[in-house]
């Protein structure tokens, strides 16, 4: 489901467009998660930075012979949830029976290079209990790797963002029973009061969100993931189907567009509820 109007939105001001009164886009949730697959979190604020959110996709799994396990590949990986304390520099695995696996973040193993869809990422194994739970969830060998640079594990871009109005809009063209939840999605700023799709009139223009200002950048192609169930993991709709009858294929992994990249121009902190709006004119 998607969430209701963030705290503070009925104080939100407006902007009048022709005769209509729409409320300005506003940040509703964010989405991140610290082990690639797995549960998205939402946080009331995070920091955007040139890296993107800090500590988001820090970590992923490989099978054994070191390609990248996502939930396109194994979609129950959506029901383990991540949390890594930086501070302490301690995660923790809490896998769908109750089963909790905790150890050292910073138990650097043999290093290795991941092929992410072309680019190769430069990482370490973690040494500790995570392989062997991992494994045994996933039955079959896999171990857990923490990127050497924070930022890496993003796809293309640092930040991505997408309306819940287009989602709703997808939604209704596909004759979705219910509201479709955007988690599936996986992107990192969710937004609300858009108008279907506005957020890809935004591409080469900078934004404005909180403290920090972004620059859009192009459409994500999307992958199988989106047609799973974001709390199972499981196939439950035909996304892909459904926005290839009205969305154009762009070059990708995947090729159909469904939400936009973006780079961070000036860090700053973001919270839920804040503003979103264009800094650029359109050209």
Not at 28 to 40: C, D, E, Q, Y
Not at 73 to 98: C, K, N, S, Y
Request: with cysteine; aromatic share 6%; charged share 25%.
């Amino acid at each position: 489901m998607l969430p209701r109007s963030p705290p503070g939105a009925q104080h939100l001001s407006e902007a009048r467009v022709g005769y209509r009164v729409r409320t300005m886009p506003t940040l509703a949730r964010l989405s991140v998660t610290p082990v690639k697959g797995t549960v998205v979190q939402h946080p009331a604020a995070a920091m955007l930075t040139e890296a993107g959110i800090p500590g988001n996709r820090l970590f992923y799994i490989v099978d054994e012979r070191g390609e990248l396990l996502s939930g396109t590949e194994f979609g129950p990986l959506v029901r383990i949830r991540a949390e890594h304390d930086a501070t302490q520099e301690r995660l923790t695995l809490r896998f769908p029976d109750g089963t909790e696996i905790a150890g050292a973040a910073d138990a650097a193993g043999a290093s290795e290079i991941t092929d992410f869809y072309g680019r190769p990422v430069a990482a370490h194994v973690v040494e500790g209990p995570f392989a062997e739970a991992l494994s045994s969830y996933c039955r079959k060998p896999v171990r857990l790797l923490r990127c050497d640079h924070d930022g890496d594990g993003n796809d293309v871009e640092p930040i991505t963002l997408v309306s819940f109005d287009s989602v709703r809009d997808l939604a209704e063209r596909g004759g979705y029973d219910g509201e479709l939840d955007a988690r599936r999605f996986r992107l990192n700023l969710e937004l609300e009061g858009c108008e279907p799709y506005e957020e890809d009139t935004w591409a080469d223009r900078r934004i404005g969100v909180g403290e920090a200002t972004i620059e859009v950048g192009g459409q994500v192609p999307r992958c199988a993931f989106t047609t799973k169930d974001p709390d199972t993991g499981e196939k439950d709709w035909s996304t892909l189907t459904q926005i290839a009858k009205y969305r154009e294929r762009i070059g990708g992994r995947g090729g159909l567009p469904f939400g936009m990249y973006a780079r961070v121009v000036t860090p700053g902190v973001v919270r839920v509820g804040d503003q979103v709006a264009p800094l650029d004119p359109l050209p």
